[in-house]
């Protein structure tokens, strides 16, 4: 089983940042990806951005290109993604994403519990 912990949300005011980071633990082959997603209440789950394990290749929503940065270590199973100049309309649950390999080379979503960011104008 794998378990996914995720830590730093808060509230913060506009134009400051914050840092997400999201641990895999468990039974783990490989990591495939991992990516970070938010949700607004009343808005659909929408991907913020996500990042390919081997080559680090990364992909980001249009609205968080150039402030927010996503990132991984390898060693940590860890995906961090640091949010600069946050707007008001960044308020949103944020979920991590992993996609895992299993020692039976079976790929599997594990999803975070969500961490509440909140910024205030």
């Known amino acids: 089983q794998v378990q996914l912990e995720e830590s730093g949300g808060g509230l913060v005011q506009a134009g400051r940042s914050l840092r997400l980071s999201c641990t895999a633990s468990?039974?783990?082959?490989?990591?495939?990806?991992m990516g970070w997603y938010r949700q607004a209440p009343e808005k659909q789950r929408e991907l913020v951005a996500s990042?390919?394990?081997?080559?680090?290749?990364?992909n980001y929503a249009d609205s968080v290109k150039g402030r927010f940065t996503i990132s991984r270590d390898i060693t940590k199973n860890t995906v961090y993604l640091q949010m600069n100049s946050l707007k008001p309309e960044d308020t949103a649950v944020y979920y991590c994403?992993?996609?895992?390999?299993?020692?039976?080379?079976?790929?599997?979503?594990?999803w975070g519990q969500g961490t509440q960011v909140t910024v205030s104008s």
């Open positions: 994403n992993f996609r895992i390999v299993s020692r039976t080379y079976r790929e599997s979503t594990y």
């Open positions: 468990g039974t783990i082959a490989n990591i495939n990806a």
């Open positions: 990042i390919t394990n081997g080559g680090g290749s990364t």
